[in-house]
C-alpha cells in the first residue's frame, strides 16, 4: 500500500488586536490557535503570590496573584519544593539588607521551620496532612500557573516549576532526569541520557528532553541550558526584591511558542504576512537551529488576507458549527456544556446499507478521526463522552477503541481513553489548559444566555394577556388608558390567533387596549404603559 506523503506548514496571521495560528497538513486544518493581548493569567506564567486562606474541605489554598479571581492550590501540588517555599517566602521583609543566600536560610516562621525540621530529622516526607500546619494565609509562595482562568474558575496553579526551552525543559524543584516518550529507539535514548548526564546542572534540579531534540547534538542541549538557569536566576533575583503578588516570568507569545514548540524537521515551512515577525522569527530560528530552519520562513504579500489565500477560513467555519459531516455520509453533533462535552455519532438518514455492520464500522471510523481532529482543532477538553452508533460485535468494539486511542496519541494535550461501555459509551477525558477556541471567539448571547432559546409567541402572547389582567384588576390603573409595546412578531399573533381572547380581557374589565409594535424590544419583552402620561403600570 503506497503511503501519502504528509506536507505540514505553518501559517500566521498577525494583526494588532489578534495573533492566529494555523498548522495544515496537505491543506487540511489540522490545530488553530488565537491570542488576544490580555492581563489574564497564562499557563507557564510565574508569579509570587501570597496564601489568602486554606479549604480543608476542598485540601486546597486559595493564592492571590493579582488576577481579578484567586488562583487555586491543591495541597499535593504544595509538595514539590516545599522547603524551599519555606526558607524563601516566610521572614520578615526587615532582612532585605542581608544577602540572598542568608535571607534564603533565615526566611521562615519557627513554628513551620521546627516542624519541617523534626520531620526531616525522622526521615518523613512532608505530607498534605502537614500542610495547614505549615502553609499560613499571609505566606509568600511561588507558583505557576497549569490551568488558565476559564468562566468562573480562577487559574488552578501549582509550586512544582517547570520552564520550557526548545530542547529541554529545566525543573528546579526536582532531580529527575527524562526524555520525552515520544523518543524512540533504545539508542538514541541512550545516547541523550549521555548528554543530559554530562550536563553541569545545579544540585536539586533536574531536565527533560523534548522530542525535538531527538538527533541533537550535545552543543545544542549545552545553550538551552544555560538559558534556561539564566530564566531561573531572574526569577529568584525578583522574587527575593518583590512583594507579593508579582508576576515573575511570563510565558512567550503565539509567535515565539509557535518556534518553541512547533518548528521541528517535518514542518516544511512557516508563512507569515507581517515583515517584523518574520525577520524575528528568522533571527530565532537560526540562532537555535542554524540557518537551514530560518530558509522555511516565508513572507506573505498576496492581495487577500493569507487565510483566505489558504482556504482556512472556510475550514474554521465548521469549528463553530454544531454538526461536522463525515466522508462517508455520516455526522457527528458536539455539544460542549458545563460539565462534559457530548458528541453523538449519526449514519445519515435514508441510506440502505445504514444498518450493515460493515458501514457502521466504517462510519464510526470516520467518526473517531474526525473527533480526534476537532478536540484539537476546538481545543476542548475535560470529560468528553462520545456515542458511537451501535456495534453488536465485539471485534468492532475494540477496533475503534484500538483507532481512538492511536489517534490521541500525538495529541499535544494528555489524553485517556476508555473503552466502550456497556451502553455503547466512550469516555475519555483531555486535559483543559486554557478556555476552548469558542469561549475565546465568542461571548454568550445576551438575549438567550446561551440557552440558543427564546420564548415563543404563543407563551409570550400567554405572559402579555396574563400581567394585562393583573394591571386591569388593580384600582389604581382603572381609568388609565393602557398600551402596550411588545416585539413586532409577538404582536402578529395577538393581532391574529389571540385577537378574540384580548376582546374578551376589554370586555370582562370595561377597558380599551392599545398595541404597538417595538422592534427595538426583545422577543421576550413587552411593556405596559399609560398612554397619556407614558408611566410603566406594573
Given at each position: 500500500?503506497?503511503?501519502?506523503?504528509?506536507?505540514?506548514?505553518?501559517?500566521?496571521?498577525?494583526?494588532?488586536?489578534?495573533?492566529?495560528?494555523?498548522?495544515?497538513?496537505?491543506?487540511?486544518?489540522?490545530?488553530?490557535?488565537?491570542?488576544?493581548?490580555?492581563?489574564?493569567?497564562?499557563?507557564?506564567?510565574?508569579?509570587?503570590?501570597?496564601?489568602?486562606?486554606?479549604?480543608?474541605?476542598?485540601?486546597?489554598?486559595?493564592?492571590?496573584?493579582?488576577?481579578?479571581?484567586?488562583?487555586?492550590?491543591?495541597?499535593?501540588?504544595?509538595?514539590?519544593?516545599?522547603?524551599?517555599?519555606?526558607?524563601?517566602?516566610?521572614?520578615?521583609?526587615?532582612?532585605?539588607?542581608?544577602?540572598?543566600?542568608?535571607?534564603?536560610?533565615?526566611?521562615?516562621?519557627?513554628?513551620?521551620?521546627?516542624?519541617v525540621a523534626e520531620a526531616q530529622r525522622r526521615g518523613r516526607k512532608i505530607s498534605m496532612a502537614d500542610i495547614p500546619a505549615i502553609f499560613k494565609p499571609g505566606m509568600e509562595i511561588l507558583?505557576?500557573?497549569?490551568?488558565?482562568?476559564?468562566?468562573?474558575?480562577?487559574?488552578?496553579?501549582?509550586?512544582?516549576?517547570?520552564?520550557?526551552?526548545?530542547?529541554?525543559?529545566?525543573?528546579?524543584?526536582?532531580?529527575?532526569?527524562?526524555?520525552?516518550?515520544?523518543?524512540?529507539?533504545?539508542?538514541?535514548?541512550?545516547?541523550?541520557?549521555?548528554?543530559?548526564?554530562?550536563?553541569?546542572?545545579?544540585?536539586?534540579?533536574?531536565?527533560?528532553?523534548?522530542?525535538?531534540?531527538?538527533?541533537?547534538?550535545?552543543?545544542?542541549?549545552?545553550?538551552?541550558?544555560?538559558?534556561?538557569?539564566?530564566?531561573?536566576?531572574?526569577?529568584?533575583?525578583?522574587?527575593?526584591?518583590?512583594?507579593?503578588?508579582?508576576?515573575?516570568?511570563?510565558?512567550?507569545?503565539?509567535?515565539?511558542?509557535?518556534?518553541?514548540?512547533?518548528?521541528?524537521?517535518?514542518?516544511?515551512?512557516?508563512?507569515?504576512?507581517?515583515?517584523?515577525?518574520?525577520?524575528?522569527?528568522?533571527?530565532?530560528?537560526?540562532?537555535?537551529?542554524?540557518?537551514?530552519?530560518?530558509?522555511?520562513?516565508?513572507?506573505?504579500?498576496?492581495?487577500?488576507?493569507?487565510?483566505?489565500?489558504?482556504?482556512?477560513?472556510?475550514?474554521?467555519?465548521?469549528?463553530?458549527?454544531?454538526?461536522?459531516?463525515?466522508?462517508?455520509?455520516?455526522?457527528?453533533?458536539?455539544?460542549?456544556?458545563?460539565?462534559?462535552?457530548?458528541?453523538?455519532?449519526?449514519?445519515?438518514?435514508?441510506?440502505?446499507?445504514?444498518?450493515?455492520?460493515?458501514?457502521?464500522?466504517?462510519?464510526?471510523?470516520?467518526?473517531?478521526?474526525?473527533?480526534?481532529?476537532?478536540?484539537?482543532?476546538?481545543?476542548?477538553?475535560?470529560?468528553?463522552?462520545?456515542?458511537?452508533?451501535?456495534?453488536?460485535?465485539?471485534?468492532?468494539?475494540?477496533?475503534?477503541?484500538?483507532?481512538?486511542?492511536?489517534?490521541?496519541?500525538?495529541?499535544?494535550?494528555?489524553?485517556?481513553?476508555?473503552?466502550?461501555?456497556?451502553?455503547?459509551?466512550?469516555?475519555?477525558?483531555?486535559?483543559?489548559?486554557?478556555?476552548?477556541?469558542?469561549?475565546?471567539?465568542?461571548?454568550?448571547?445576551?438575549?438567550?444566555?446561551?440557552?440558543?432559546?427564546?420564548?415563543?409567541?404563543?407563551?409570550?402572547?400567554?405572559?402579555?394577556?396574563?400581567?394585562?389582567?393583573?394591571?386591569?384588576?388593580?384600582?389604581?390603573?382603572?381609568?388609565?388608558?393602557?398600551?402596550?409595546?411588545?416585539?413586532?412578531?409577538?404582536?402578529?399573533?395577538?393581532?391574529?390567533?389571540?385577537?378574540?381572547?384580548?376582546?374578551?380581557?376589554?370586555?370582562?374589565?370595561?377597558?380599551?387596549?392599545?398595541?404597538?409594535?417595538?422592534?427595538?424590544?426583545?422577543?421576550?419583552?413587552?411593556?405596559?404603559?399609560?398612554?397619556?402620561?407614558?408611566?410603566?403600570?406594573?
Open positions: 500500500m503506497e503511503t501519502v506523503k504528509c506536507s505540514k506548514e505553518i501559517i500566521l496571521n498577525c494583526e494588532k488586536l489578534e495573533r492566529r495560528f494555523a498548522l495544515l497538513n496537505n491543506g487540511r486544518l489540522e490545530e488553530y490557535k488565537i491570542e488576544h493581548d490580555t492581563d489574564e493569567p497564562k499557563v507557564g506564567d510565574i508569579y509570587l503570590g501570597r496564601i489568602s486562606n486554606l479549604d480543608p474541605t476542598l485540601q486546597a489554598a486559595f493564592i492571590d496573584i493579582g488576577a481579578p479571581k484567586k488562583a487555586f492550590l491543591h495541597y499535593h501540588d504544595m509538595l514539590p519544593g516545599y522547603d524551599d517555599l519555606v526558607e524563601k517566602f516566610q521572614s520578615a521583609r526587615d532582612e532585605a539588607a542581608e544577602n540572598i543566600r542568608s535571607r534564603r536560610r533565615k526566611r521562615q516562621e519557627p513554628q513551620s521551620g521546627k516542624m507558583v505557576q500557573v497549569v490551568k488558565s482562568p476559564i468562566s468562573t474558575k480562577g487559574a488552578r496553579v501549582t509550586t512544582d516549576i517547570s520552564i520550557p526551552g526548545r530542547y529541554l525543559v529545566l525543573m528546579p524543584y526536582s532531580e529527575h532526569i527524562g526524555l520525552s516518550t515520544r523518543i524512540e529507539g533504545g539508542p538514541e535514548r541512550e545516547r541523550l541520557r549521555n548528554i543530559l548526564s554530562e550536563l553541569e546542572l545545579p544540585e536539586g534540579m533536574g531536565l527533560i528532553c523534548r522530542t525535538v531534540g531527538e538527533g541533537r547534538r550535545s552543543t545544542f542541549f549545552k545553550r538551552d541550558l544555560d538559558l534556561l538557569l539564566d530564566y531561573w536566576r531572574k526569577i529568584e533575583l525578583l522574587a527575593e526584591k518583590s512583594n507579593a503578588p508579582k508576576l515573575l516570568f511570563t510565558e512567550p507569545n503565539l509567535i515565539d511558542r509557535t518556534v518553541r514548540d512547533f518548528m521541528t524537521e517535518e514542518i516544511e515551512g512557516i508563512v507569515v504576512d507581517d515583515p517584523e515577525v518574520k525577520k524575528h522569527i528568522c533571527e530565532t530560528l537560526k540562532r537555535i537551529g542554524g540557518s537551514r530552519l530560518g530558509n522555511k520562513v516565508k513572507l506573505y504579500g498576496g492581495s487577500q488576507p493569507v487565510y483566505d489565500f489558504y482556504k482556512i477560513n472556510d475550514q474554521l467555519k465548521e469549528v463553530f458549527q454544531r454538526e461536522v459531516k463525515l466522508p462517508g455520509g455520516g455526522a457527528i453533533v458536539i455539544d460542549e456544556t458545563e460539565a462534559l462535552i457530548a458528541i453523538d455519532v449519526n449514519s445519515g438518514h435514508g441510506r440502505k446499507s445504514a444498518e450493515q455492520p460493515e458501514f457502521i464500522l466504517q462510519t464510526n471510523l470516520e467518526a473517531a478521526a474526525e473527533i480526534a481532529r476537532q478536540l484539537r482543532l476546538r481545543d476542548i477538553g475535560g470529560l468528553v463522552v462520545l456515542d458511537f452508533i451501535d456495534m453488536r460485535s465485539a471485534h468492532d468494539r475494540e477496533e475503534v477503541f484500538k483507532c481512538m486511542k492511536k489517534l490521541v496519541k500525538d495529541d499535544r494535550a494528555k489524553t485517556k481513553v476508555l473503552p466502550l461501555s456497556k451502553l455503547g459509551l466512550m469516555e475519555m477525558t483531555r486535559q483543559r489548559e486554557h478556555e476552548s477556541i469558542q469561549d475565546q471567539v465568542y461571548n454568550p448571547c445576551p438575549y438567550c444566555h446561551g440557552t440558543g432559546l427564546v420564548k415563543s409567541a404563543l407563551t409570550m402572547s400567554a405572559e402579555i394577556q396574563r400581567k394585562l389582567a393583573s394591571v386591569m384588576r388593580n384600582r389604581r390603573y382603572r381609568d388609565a388608558e393602557v398600551r402596550v409595546f411588545m416585539h413586532p412578531e409577538v404582536l402578529a399573533r395577538l393581532r391574529n390567533e389571540d385577537a378574540e381572547l384580548l376582546s374578551e380581557l376589554e370586555e370582562k374589565y370595561g377597558q380599551e387596549l392599545s398595541f404597538r409594535a417595538d422592534p427595538a424590544l426583545h422577543y421576550e419583552e413587552f411593556r405596559i404603559v399609560d398612554r397619556i402620561t407614558g408611566s410603566e403600570l406594573f
